[in-house]
């Protein structure tokens, strides 16, 4: 089975930066994916890490360390707008056809001016 | 660009009433996911299709049914409603083969209240 840990909630400042943890343990794994979800709203694609190390994407960047279990997610220059759910996702990968997803239960990122 | 679409938006239903879901991916993605999020809670995997076979199952009631058609949509038949299935309900699309980028791309979502 899989088990995903992550932090409730998280309160950080417009412009600085903050880091999510996310440990996770898995019977297979084809990959570490991080969410971000708006109330009420689909969750959107952010990254997806395969390999060890550091994936950036713009403002965000994910880690990942496999003999770890372990991954985080980078905000850079918070703005309000990032202000939503962050979750963290384990694809078991059961076959041809099949990525389905594992969430965690998410971290409630609030910025604040 | 086209996203995946899902009907109904809302839906409200009683108790021991049925509902139907419909989800229509995003075109030439071969593989159907669905998820049920409760209030606060993280997307739980319900079931999956690829190419119009069931690929994999998650915790999806035995009172829920689903299925991909020709043309690659997928409903979700839910019967004997009780209070505990009003959530959001969230379809998924993705390539089932070729390069993997690990993205699944979501609906809007349906939202199922129980009365």
């Known amino acids: 089975g899989q088990n995903i840990d992550q932090p409730t909630e998280m309160t950080a400042t417009e412009g600085a930066i903050v880091q999510i943890n996310c440990t996770y343990q898995?019977?297979?794994?084809?990959?570490l994916f991080w969410y971000q979800q708006h109330a009420g709203e689909a969750p959107t694609f952010l990254s997806y890490?395969?390999?060890?190390g550091l994936e950036e994407k713009g403002r965000f960047s994910s880690f990942l360390s496999r003999s770890k279990g372990y991954s985080y997610l980078l905000l850079k220059e918070l703005q309000m707008k990032d202000s939503a759910s962050y979750l963290c996702?384990?694809?078991?990968?059961?076959?041809?056809?099949?990525?389905?997803?594992?969430f965690g239960k998410g971290t409630k990122l609030s910025v604040i001016p | 660009a086209a996203g995946v679409i899902q009907s109904p938006r809302h839906l409200i239903k009683e108790k021991r009433e049925t509902a139907t879901l419909k989800c229509y991916p995003i075109?030439?993605?071969?593989?159907v996911y669905w998820y049920q999020q409760g209030p606060g809670q993280d997307p739980q995997f319900l079931i999956s299709f690829y190419e119009k076979m069931q690929s994999d199952k998650g915790s999806i009631p035995d009172r829920f049914s689903a299925q991909q058609f020709s043309d690659y949509h997928s409903e979700l038949n839910m019967s004997s409603l009780e209070l505990g299935d009003s959530a959001l309900y969230f379809c998924?699309?993705?390539?089932?083969?070729?390069?993997?980028?690990?993205?699944?791309?979501f609906g809007e979502g349906s939202r199922l209240t129980v009365l």
């Open positions: 890490n395969v390999l060890d």
């Open positions: 996702a384990v694809s078991p990968y059961s076959g041809a056809g099949s990525y389905q997803l594992t």
């Open positions: 998924a699309s993705s390539l089932g083969q070729g390069p993997y980028t690990g993205e699944l791309f």
């Open positions: 898995t019977s297979g794994f084809n990959g």
């Open positions: 075109p030439r993605h071969d593989t």
